[in-house]
């Protein structure tokens, strides 16, 4: 029997980060879609709910930034 995890080569890492940054796309996508939901419910509280709308997508994103930069630290 062929070892198959013997024949992947190159790097995965690579990979890996491609897959993960799908939890902070959906997070974002996510934020959004409330702020809109949000907006339409409510139209006068659009200034306030847009404070956390930027607050939500920068911990999104920082996740995101934090996951790439990860594996560049303990490699």
Known sequence: MVDVLAEVTG???AVAY???AIGPGIGV???FAAYIQATARQPESAGL?????F???ALSEA???IG???PFIFS
């Open 63 to 65: 996740l995101a930034l």
């Open 49 to 53: 709910t847009r404070t956390y709308l």
């Open 18 to 20: 491609g897959l993960a």
């Open 68 to 70: 790439f930069v990860v």
């Open 11 to 13: 790097n995965l890492g």
């Open 55 to 57: 607050m939500g997508f």
């Open 29 to 31: 996508g996510i934020v």
